[in-house]
């Protein structure tokens, strides 16, 4: 009985060992884990991000709008529409005429006025005559100078009276001309406002035109780009819908935003082939070569929406930074928010993890130079 006490007594002792040797293990490797910040096995390549003079694009968009809108309206009123001659999408040249008014009435009145300006002329005729006799009897001596006044003040009434007639003559006669209501420049009608057998009022806006169809880009810029942009510079416009076009940037406005800090250049489009004003359309501006921070494009990545790269710390700890990307080609992306000379994460990075231990490869050895091969002989 006491040596199986005795053995029990042994085999709790060893057991007891065995546990507190199983927890020192545990915590030696806790401890190794901390020290190693949980260090990632992950083998990549790096390269330096270098300062380089490329070609910028400036990214924008905005809403397609027309280049000068031209609103048509009536500049007599109270006279019915009789004729309607163009309608929404229609192209119309200078002068071509859109609306004709009833012009009866203006007619008999001009046909009236036409009889007074005869009277009032064969009336300033007679009273000329008039006055001719009466300075011929006055050389005489047959005719007193009060006399001579009122021939004198006569025919200057029948004169008036004639320059009034035909004030009024014309003044009907323009009037007339304005019952065809016409295009005053060339252009793409996009709103009609009347229609036939409406009683049109003088003032009222019957149509609007895009003046020679030309529509430009309302490209909304962030004030911190708004600087690079200038009028001249070429511009390409796409749209899901449409399609590419080219463009060129027809003038900066020189007012920003203040609550948004958006400034306007104004792009016009090249071809305006299926576009519509109110449509939405994305542009990249050419601001042309400027110095800008490159990597490889490889490297760029994007988390949660956002672009970004992982730098190599001294610590070889992979860091994720945030960049705006200025421009992309192939095999270099310009970003700003990235200082030259630091070390970027190219193959390998879209492993990582922020804070990872990384394991830098080493350089490739330049490939061998084969032997020369022998002439012939």
């Not at 330096?48 to 609103?71: C, F, H, K, N, Y």
């Not at 009273?127 to 300075?135: F, Y």
């Not at 030309?214 to 911190?224: C, G, V, Y």
């Amino acid at each position: 009985m006491a040596n199986s006490n005795s053995i029990l007594r042994a085999g709790l002792m060893v057991a007891v060992v065995l546990g507190l040797a199983a927890c020192g293990g545990d915590k030696k490797a806790e401890t190794d884990a901390k020290a190693g910040g949980g260090a990632s096995s992950q083998t990549v390549t790096v390269a330096t991000a270098t300062l380089q003079t490329v070609d910028r694009m400036v990214t924008a968009s905005g809403t397609i709008s027309a280049w000068e809108e031209v609103p048509v309206g009536a500049e007599t009123g109270g006279l019915v529409a009789t004729g309607v001659y163009v309608d929404e999408g229609a192209w119309v040249r200078q002068g071509q005429v859109l609306v004709k008014l009833n012009d009866a009435v203006l007619r008999a009145q001009l046909r009236q006025q036409d009889a007074a300006v005869s009277s009032a002329e064969a009336n300033a005729a007679r009273e000329e005559a008039d006055l001719g006799r009466a300075h011929e009897l006055k050389d005489r001596g047959f005719l007193s100078q009060a006399s001579l006044d009122m021939a004198v003040a006569e025919q200057r009434a029948a004169e008036a009276q004639l320059a009034s007639a035909r004030a009024g003559r014309s003044e009907t006669a323009t009037r007339l001309a304005q019952t065809e209501i016409r295009a005053p420049v060339a252009g793409r009608v996009i709103s009609r406002n009347v229609t036939r057998g409406q009683i049109v009022q003088a003032g009222n806006e019957l149509f609007r035109l895009v003046r020679d169809g030309r529509l430009e880009l309302d490209a909304q810029i962030p004030e911190t780009e708004l600087g690079l942009v200038r009028a001249g510079q070429t511009a390409t416009i796409s749209s899901d819908q449409i399609g590419q076009v080219g463009g060129r940037v027809r003038i900066v406005t020189p007012e920003v935003n203040s609550e948004s800090r958006i400034g306007v250049a104004r792009i016009a489009l090249a071809s305006t082939e299926g576009f519509r004003t109110g449509m939405y359309a994305r542009a990249e501006i050419n601001i042309g070569a400027q110095p800008a921070v490159t990597v490889p494009t490889a490297a760029v990545l994007y988390r949660e929406n956002r672009a970004g790269v992982f730098i190599l710390s001294a610590d070889s700890h992979a860091r994720f930074q945030p960049v705006t990307v200025l421009s992309r080609a192939d095999d270099r992306t310009s970003v700003s928010g990235l200082e030259a000379g630091t070390r970027v994460v190219v193959d390998g990075a879209g492993f990582l993890g922020d804070g990872d231990r990384v394991t830098v490869a080493a350089a490739s050895p330049p490939p061998a130079a084969r032997p020369a091969t022998a002439a012939a002989k």
